[in-house]
């Protein structure tokens, strides 16, 4: 049975990375994918441009935007980091690359599946394609061999790249866990992140497809503003979503089964009290116009009949005839609308998860297991995730980066 130097389980993200690194070593490796084709999920990040990554230079500044386990980040960051990534898809995958607001980096051909052939053309030789992964073998704190559908393997040493439990249909469906499971590792509870938001009102349903822009939106918690952000987002048909939202979803993954109510500010660069004054003056003068219509200077139009049920007004009332208390209804309504928050939209929507393999019982220096002596870990299947915005790729470039530049 041939031994190579390198197994990588999982063609993701992060296992093509590391399959290049390891090819420009001189390394003798093989990935090994369980779908009929590569980078499946890698192919649909950034609504299909692919967002590689997020152009922070300052290493600090980086690591601060990951909240949870970021810390453990540092030494992969500053061995490997934005300005890396930018460089290493230009220079050495030849993909031109541009970056956009936000720092968001994209290929300039708006197309993922430039990346994803990118990675394949280099690869191909080295791939062991529809082949699924049934089990690994340990002895003495060492993987002897890989079992698979299409036969066993072996290596001096393995990557486990397998992702997280998010788009399953791409092949992320958290094979990867039992295997670290069964190899000693801890595996810290998974949950849905960067992830829509499902509403308990019905209402919602009669504003799929609406974005909301320059809103302030609030995560609420008994009573008090929890996490907020600014920004777009978009309702669906039975909740909300958009940048806001799954940024939010970061620190809300625990609060759905007790539910939790958020607020969404429809005016945030007007105070309360200058709003109401505009709004008064427009009444004032439509006098004789219905609020139906009155409204559209302040509202996109699916949002009126909402905002006027709400305020249980009629929609024919004329702005001569709405008072101060059903004047401040609407205002409210216009600065702090409210929905209560029922669910997620699950794995199947998320972009990453939260939990998955201890970080304590890996080296960040080299992202080498500590109970496994030939075993390395990269990527989502770590307990690390950050924002949206390229930073969950670049946990998978840097990740990989160091543990293929670990290995001897």
């Known amino acids: 049975m041939k031994k190579y130097d390198l197994i990588i389980i999982g063609g993701g993200?992060?296992?093509?990375?590391a399959g290049v690194l390891a090819k420009d070593k001189g390394l003798d490796f093989l990935i090994i994918e369980k779908n009929k084709r590569v980078g499946m999920k890698l192919g649909i990040t950034g609504k299909g441009r692919c967002n590689l990554s997020n152009y922070i230079t300052d290493l600090d500044t980086l690591v601060s935007k990951y909240i949870h386990n970021g810390k453990f980040l540092y030494h992969a960051f500053s061995e490997f980091n934005p300005v890396d990534t930018k460089k290493f898809f230009e220079e050495r995958m030849n993909i031109p690359l541009k970056i956009e607001r936000g720092n968001r980096v994209f290929p300039k051909s708006d197309r993922s599946l430039d990346v994803v052939n990118a990675f394949y053309n280099e690869l191909e030789?080295?791939?062991?394609?529809?082949t699924e992964v049934k089990g690994i073998e340990e002895k003495d704190g060492r993987i002897t061999k890989v079992i698979t559908d299409n036969g066993e393997y072996i290596?001096?040493?393995?990557?486990?790249?397998?992702?997280?439990?998010?788009?399953?249909?791409?092949?992320?469906?958290?094979d990867g866990y039992s295997f670290a499971k069964s190899l000693g590792h801890t595996i810290n509870y998974?949950?849905?992140?960067?992830?829509?938001?499902?509403?308990?009102?019905?209402f919602v349903e009669e504003l799929a497809g609406l974005t909301l822009k320059h809103v302030n939106i609030?995560?609420?918690?008994?009573?008090?503003?929890y996490k907020g952000e600014f920004g777009d987002a978009l309702f669906t048909h039975d909740g909300i979503s958009g940048p806001i939202i799954l940024n939010l979803s970061q620190y809300t993954y625990d609060?759905?089964?007790e539910g939790f109510e958020i607020s969404i500010d429809l005016k945030p660069r007007v105070e309360f009290t200058e709003l109401d004054a505009r709004v008064n003056k427009l009444l004032r003068e439509?006098?004789?116009t219905s609020l139906k219509n009155i409204l559209k200077d302040l509202l996109p139009s699916s949002l009126i009949p909402v905002i006027i049920k709400l305020s249980n007004l009629d929609p024919y009332i004329t702005g001569a005839e709405i008072n101060k208390d059903n004047r401040e209804k609407i205002v409210t309504l216009l600065k702090d609308l409210r929905l209560n928050i029922t669910d997620s939209e699950g794995y199947q929507r998320a972009v990453v998860n939260t939990g998955g393999v201890d970080i304590k019982e890996v080296d960040p220096m080299t992202m080498k297991s500590k109970i496994v002596e030939n075993l390395y870990f990269t990527g989502d299947i770590l307990d690390l995730f950050g924002p949206t915005g390229g930073y969950n790729l670049q946990i998978a470039w840097s990740t990989a980066f160091v543990a293929v530049d670990s290995l001897s």
């Open 286 to 288: 439509n006098g004789t």
């Open 255 to 257: 609060m759905y089964e």
């Open 218 to 225: 609030s995560v609420l918690k008994d009573g008090e503003v």
């Open 155 to 174: 290596a001096d040493n393995y990557i486990l790249a397998t992702g997280g439990k998010t788009y399953p249909l791409t092949g992320s469906t958290g």
């Open 125 to 130: 030789e080295n791939m062991l394609l529809n």
């Open 190 to 202: 998974t949950y849905p992140v960067l992830v829509g938001f499902k509403c308990r009102e019905d």
């Open 13 to 17: 993200a992060s296992g093509l990375m």
